[in-house]
């Protein structure tokens, strides 16, 4: 499957953006999907993740209550919704497939080894 991602901008502190993830070449339905973002000189860093049905999520602590993720697997998509965005969440954002329909539960966030195909990636800018 190939994965593309859309929808990233400029915004002020405190806006809301809204990313898109399209999937190509194969069914997302089959997988859990994840958002991921990576700042300069910073290492790659899971945000949230959605299992196959849509019906359960798990969240960077830093962006609960401010990020939604969701997916349509009818039109092969997943969704990032920003809100209440800080200069903090500047970061090139991906979106990726994991191995899996399920990612196990646990304290420990997903991994960015056990997602695939990851899309081209989407900059997000959040200025002060």
């Known amino acids: 499957v190939q994965l593309q991602a859309s929808g990233g901008g400029l915004v002020q502190a405190g806006g809301s953006l809204r990313l898109s993830c399209a999937g190509s070449?194969?069914?997302?339905?089959?997988?859990?999907m994840g958002w991921f973002r990576q700042a300069p000189g910073k290492e790659r860093e899971f945000v949230a993740v959605?299992?196959?049905?849509?019906?359960?999520?798990r969240y960077l602590d830093s962006v609960k209550g401010r990020f939604t993720i969701s997916r349509d697997n009818a039109k092969n998509m997943v969704y990032l919704q920003m809100n209440s965005l800080k200069p903090e969440d500047t970061a090139v954002y991906y979106c990726?497939?994991?191995?899996?329909?399920?990612?196990?539960?646990?304290?420990?966030?997903?991994?960015?080894?056990?997602?695939?195909?990851w899309g081209q990636g989407t900059q997000v800018t959040v200025s002060s």
């Open positions: 990726a497939a994991y191995v899996a329909p399920y990612v196990p539960d646990g304290a420990a966030a997903p991994k960015a080894s056990d997602f695939h195909s």
């Open positions: 070449g194969g069914t997302l339905s089959s997988y859990a």
């Open positions: 959605i299992i196959w049905s849509g019906t359960r999520t």
